[in-house]
């Protein structure tokens, strides 16, 4: 049977949330205080890092060093995860002179970082300790020490590592943000190195997806209705580009022939049945920027544009391909 009460775990899950967002808001506040001179002291030491940031902790602090780890490397700063126990074992060998440390340690005690401390001392390693105890050996070991407010756990009775791991979090992603910031990492960097996943694919370009050549057809004003559905087969996407004078004009699609289907029409000229100035999009403009217009317009296709000159043709279809939703 059950011993958990609906009432009791919601009414303790909340106290959990409660607490922590104090903690960050403390957290917040002390960064415009006793933190902000080690805050800014350790983001100029890894903007100065050539090599790898080295992000090392033991057991829960292991975890949070791991998502650091991989934030920081996701936006533009390369790091890499270090087990503390397996560095005395030969990882050590991992850390060259160029590497910076980042060590998290709530009590800043612990043993398994002593060999990584004495290593990035000896070879003159820069070191970033995350701790909350001012006077702890990772404290005063470190060339910036960030020493966290003390704000306690969300258990009293049981209190496993919840508000601090959150904290070291928090001021992970802080340090983060700000590098990506002063670096000027944005959007196109961010797509460069995620081109896996709905997250990829939504940060492509239309450039990246577009077609051109045969699948992208183009047609003169006083082509044939006949020819330009043939032009349209050939192109598969059932439409055709418009153009005069190199600029596009106008559009035909299969559904302007069949709102026009008489048998005048296929004594008409592509100009008569197009649809004039039709709405188009940059080659670089973000896909998610074309998907937005196509659901807005309910199109399925828009030519991509440069100075009035059409470079491509992007279809839903190429959207959903590349993982566009």
């Known amino acids: 049977m059950s011993i958990i009460d609906p009432g009791a775990a919601i009414a303790a899950g909340q ?8 903690a960050l808001e403390r957290l917040a506040a002390a960064l415009g205080e006793e933190l902000a001179e080690p805050f800014s002291h350790a983001a ?8 790898r940031v080295i992000v090392s902790g033991m057991g829960k602090s292991g975890h949070i060093a791991r998502k650091i780890a991989a934030t920081l490397a996701s936006t533009g700063t390369p790091a890499q995860f270090v087990h503390p126990a397996e560095a005395s074992h030969g990882d050590l060998g991992m ?4 590497d910076c440390l980042l060590a998290i340690s709530r009590s800043g005690e612990t043993a398994e970082l002593s060999d990584l401390l004495y290593h990035c001392r000896r070879i003159h390693v820069p070191i970033i300790g995350m701790t909350f105890k001012p006077g702890s050996t990772l404290a005063k070991a470190s060339t910036a020490a960030l020493v966290l407010p003390e704000c306690g756990e969300a258990s009293e009775e049981a209190p496993a590592p919840t508000v601090s791991t959150t904290m070291c979090l928090a001021l992970g992603d802080a340090l983060a943000v700000a590098l990506l910031k002063a670096r000027g990492f944005n959007k196109d960097d961010f797509g460069a190195i995620h081109p896996g996943g709905k997250l ?4 492509k370009r239309v450039r990246d997806v577009m077609r051109v050549g045969a699948s992208d057809p183009l047609v003169s004003p006083d082509i044939s209705v006949p020819d330009a ?3 349209m087969s050939v192109g598969g996407i059932g439409a055709v580009g418009v153009i005069e004078g190199g600029r596009l004009i106008g559009i035909v699609t299969d559904g302007d022939l069949r709102r026009r289907l008489t048998p005048e029409m ?3 000229r592509a100009r008569d049945i197009m649809t004039a100035s039709p709405r188009t ?3 670089d403009a973000p896909v998610a920027d074309a998907i937005a217009i196509m659901n807005e317009k309910r199109i399925t296709l828009l030519f991509a544009v440069e100075d009035g ?3 491509g043709v992007v279809h839903m279809h190429d959207l959903l391909a590349a993982g566009v939703r």
């Open 266 to 268: 296929f004594a008409k």
């Open 200 to 203: 990829g694919a939504a940060l």
């Open 229 to 231: 559905m043939q032009a």
């Open 44 to 51: 100029l030491l890894l903007a100065d890092t050539r090599g």
């Open 95 to 98: 850390i060259v002179e160029s």
């Open 281 to 283: 999009i940059s080659p």
């Open 309 to 311: 000159r059409p470079v």
């Open 15 to 22: 106290d959990t949330i409660r607490t922590e967002a104090r």
